[in-house]
C-alpha cells in the first residue's frame, strides 16, 4: 500500500492518574502515545491528514470532549476520536457517536477493550490515509502513468515500451489474457504516436464468420453478393492514416489469414468484386490470448503470418502477477465508478483489502473494475468483496506459486516505502536484514530500484 507514518494515539484525559495508566496500558500494547490534561495542550497537533487517532475523555477541564468532536471533524471529518466516558455519561457519548465519534468506552474499562477499539481505529485511520494517498498519486499521475495504471516492475516496463514504439511505424503484437488491457494498450500506441488524430479502428477477430472476416477487413462492392447493395469501406481502407487494431486475432479463419498476409505484405487490399487495388498506410496493432509461435508450430496458425506481424511485442503480466498494482488500481477503479453512479466512494476495510491482494483475480483487470463498480454500489455488504467469485474458476497458481506472488507484492510495498533502505524494510517487516536479503535474491528485485 501507500507511504503512510505510524499512527500516534493523542490522549487527552484530566486525572492524572487515568492518564498515566492509560498510557502504560497503550504502550505496553505497542502503540505510540502522547498524553495531555487538557483540548488546550492538545489542540496544537492536529492537522487535516495528521497520521493520528484521538482517546478523549467527554469531561474535561475548558472546552470538553464532545465540544472538541465537533471542531476535530471540521479540521478532518475522518479522524477516528473515541470518547471514554463515566456511567452516567453513557447518554451524552451516544449522541456523540451520531455525531461523528468513532467509538466511546465507558469508564472503568478493562485494558483488552481499550486496546481492542484503539487498534481498529488506527486500522481506520490507516486505511483512510493510504486511500487519500492513491488518490492524490492519482490527481497528479499524467500521460501515460494514467492510463496504463501501475507502479509495478512489470507496469513500468510495459510503459516504456509503449513510449518507445509509439514513436516507430512497426507493426505491434501483444500478448496477454483475458482482461489484462490488450486495447487500452493498443489505444496508447496511437495517443502517444504522430497517427494520434487519426482513426482507432478495432476489430475482434473472434466468432467472426469467414465470409464477414473478409468483408469486414478488406471492404466490398456493391453486387458482390446477394446482400451487398451497397459499396462497403473496409476496416483496413479506414484505418488509413491511423491505427488498426486485430483483438484475438488468434481466432482469424486460417483462409483469411492468407489474404491478411498479403495486404501487410502489398499495404493494399481490394474490396470483394472488384479489382481496383487500393493502397492504405495504417499501423496494424495485433492482439492475442495465445502463444502464436506455440499455435504456428501446431499449424494452427499460419506460420508466415506469424513472422510477419511478430515484429515487436509487449506482453501484459496479469495481475496476479503485479499484486503491488491491486490497491492503486481498485482505487482508480472506486472513484471512476463513484463518478459514473454518483455515489460517495466507499473505503476498504483491512480485511476486504487482504481479500483482493489474496484473490487469484482470473479475469485480471476487468474483473477488478467490475469488484469496484459493485463495491461502490453497495452489492458486495461489509464481507468479502470477492466470495461471490470463489467457485467461478480454479486458482491458476499453486499454492506455492500463490505465496510467493504475495510475498512479493508485500516486500515490494516495504521497500518502496523506505525508500530502498534495507535495514528499514527489514525492521518494519519484522525480519532479519540477511533474511530480507535471501528473499530479494530469491525474488529477483534489486532494492536499488526504489531508491
Known amino acids: 500500500m501507500s507511504d503512510v507514518p505510524a499512527i500516534r494515539v493523542l490522549l487527552v484525559e484530566d486525572d492524572e492518574d487515568v492518564r498515566i495508566s492509560t498510557t502504560q496500558v497503550l504502550s505496553l500494547a505497542g502503540l505510540d502515545v502522547e498524553a495531555f490534561s487538557s483540548v488546550e495542550r492538545a489542540r496544537d497537533r492536529i492537522s487535516p491528514g495528521v497520521a493520528a487517532v484521538v482517546v478523549c475523555d467527554v469531561r474535561l477541564p475548558g472546552m470538553t470532549g464532545t465540544e472538541w468532536l465537533h471542531e476535530l471533524h471540521?479540521?478532518?471529518?475522518?479522524?477516528?476520536?473515541?470518547?471514554?466516558?463515566?456511567?452516567?455519561?453513557?447518554?451524552?457519548?451516544?449522541?456523540?457517536?451520531?455525531d461523528g465519534a468513532y467509538d466511546f468506552i465507558e469508564k472503568p474499562f478493562t485494558t483488552e477493550r481499550l486496546v481492542a477499539i484503539t487498534r481498529h481505529a488506527i486500522e481506520r485511520r490507516q486505511l483512510t490515509l493510504q486511500v487519500r494517498t492513491l488518490r492524490e498519486a492519482l490527481e497528479n499521475w499524467n500521460g501515460i502513468q494514467s492510463v496504463l495504471i501501475g507502479r509495478s516492475a512489470q507496469m513500468q516496463q510495459v510503459r516504456r515500451t509503449v513510449m518507445t514504439l509509439a514513436e516507430t511505424s512497426a507493426d505491434v503484437l501483444i500478448y496477454g489474457e483475458t482482461g489484462t488491457g490488450k486495447e487500452l494498450v493498443a489505444r496508447c500506441l496511437r495517443d502517444y504516436s504522430k497517427r494520434r488524430r487519426q482513426h482507432f479502428v478495432p476489430l475482434n477477430c473472434g466468432g467472426l464468420p469467414e465470409s464477414l472476416a473478409e468483408s469486414e477487413l478488406f471492404g466490398h462492392e456493391p453486387g458482390a453478393f446477394t446482400s451487398a447493395s451497397r459499396v462497403r469501406v473496409g476496416k483496413f481502407e479506414y484505418a488509413n492514416g491511423g491505427t488498426l487494431f486485430l483483438d484475438e486475432i488468434e481466432s482469424m479463419p486460417m483462409a483469411v489469414q492468407i489474404k491478411l498476409l498479403r495486404a501487410l505484405q502489398e499495404r493494399s487490399v481490394e474490396r470483394i468484386g472488384?479489382?481496383?487495388?487500393?493502397?492504405?498506410?495504417?499501423?496494424?496493432?495485433?492482439?492475442?490470448?495465445?502463444?502464436?509461435?506455440?499455435?504456428?508450430?501446431?499449424?494452427?496458425?499460419?506460420a508466415d503470418l506469424y513472422y510477419r506481424i511478430g515484429v515487436a511485442f509487449i506482453e501484459l503480466p496479469p495481475l496476479r502477477e503485479r499484486r503491488e498494482d491491486i490497491p492503486l488500481l481498485f482505487e482508480h477503479f472506486t472513484l471512476l465508478a463513484a463518478s459514473r453512479f454518483e455515489r460517495i466512494a466507499p473505503v476498504l476495510s483491512s480485511a476486504q483489502l487482504a481479500d483482493l491482494m489474496a484473490y487469484a483475480w482470473p479475469g485480471n483487470v476487468r474483473e477488478l473494475r467490475n469488484v469496484a463498480d459493485r463495491f461502490v454500489l453497495g452489492l458486495l455488504g461489509e464481507g468479502r468483496l470477492t466470495q461471490l467469485h470463489a467457485s467461478e474458476a480454479a486458482l491458476p497458481q499453486g499454492l506455492p506459486q500463490q505465496v510467493e506472488s504475495f510475498e512479493r507484492a508485500v516486500i515490494v510495498e516495504a521497500l518502496r516505502?523506505?525508500?530502498?533502505?534495507?535495514?528499514?524494510?527489514?525492521?518494519?517487516?519484522?525480519?532479519?536484514?540477511?533474511?530480507?536479503?535471501?528473499?530479494?535474491?530469491k525474488l529477483g528485485v534489486t532494492a536499488e530500484q526504489f531508491k
Open 74 to 98: 471540521k479540521t478532518d471529518p475522518e479522524l477516528p476520536v473515541i470518547l471514554m466516558t463515566g456511567h452516567g455519561h453513557i447518554a451524552m457519548a451516544v449522541e456523540a457517536m451520531r
Open 274 to 302: 472488384s479489382n481496383k487495388t487500393i493502397h492504405f498506410d495504417c499501423r496494424v496493432v495485433a492482439a492475442s490470448k495465445d502463444d502464436l509461435k506455440e499455435l504456428s508450430d501446431r499449424q494452427k496458425f499460419r
Open 417 to 441: 516505502k523506505h525508500h530502498g533502505d534495507q535495514s528499514a524494510t527489514a525492521s518494519a517487516l519484522s525480519v532479519p536484514r540477511q533474511t530480507l536479503f535471501d528473499k530479494l535474491r
